[in-house]
């Protein structure tokens, strides 16, 4: 079985970082495209952005030049490095990974991480 964790959410003042993580764990072969999703109350999911195997990354407009998604392949890890953060960041983070373990490549989801930004 696969499982995804997010990491490093917390409470922060606007004007303030933090950096989420998603770790990987189980019987992985290899993790292709990742994406980090975020859902505030009473709002649909959206996309916040991704990442490809080779580390090419696209970003919603809405955090474009304020948050950067990087990974680690060796370690099953990606990182969702959060700068100059808004109420409107508000939500809970989620990573959904698509993971090869012995057969193909499955989509997996994280729990979720909740982020809070204070005015």
């Known amino acids: 079985q696969v499982q995804l964790v997010e990491a490093g959410g917390g409470l922060v003042q606007a004007g303030g970082s933090l950096s989420l993580s998603c770790a990987a764990s189980g019987s992985i072969v290899s993790i292709g495209f990742v994406g980090w999703y975020r859902q505030a109350p009473g709002k649909q999911r959206e996309l916040v952005g991704t990442?490809?195997?080779?580390?090419?990354?696209n970003y919603a407009d809405s955090v474009k030049g304020r948050f950067t998604i990087s990974r680690d392949n060796a370690k099953k890890m990606v990182f969702l490095q959060m700068n100059s953060l808004k109420p409107d960041d508000t939500a809970v983070y989620y990573c959904?990974?698509?993971?090869?373990?012995?057969?193909?490549?499955?989509?997996?989801w994280g729990q979720g991480t909740q982020v809070t930004v204070s005015s």
């Open positions: 990442i490809t195997s080779d580390g090419t990354t």
């Open positions: 959904n990974a698509n993971v090869r373990t012995r057969g193909s490549y499955s989509q997996y």
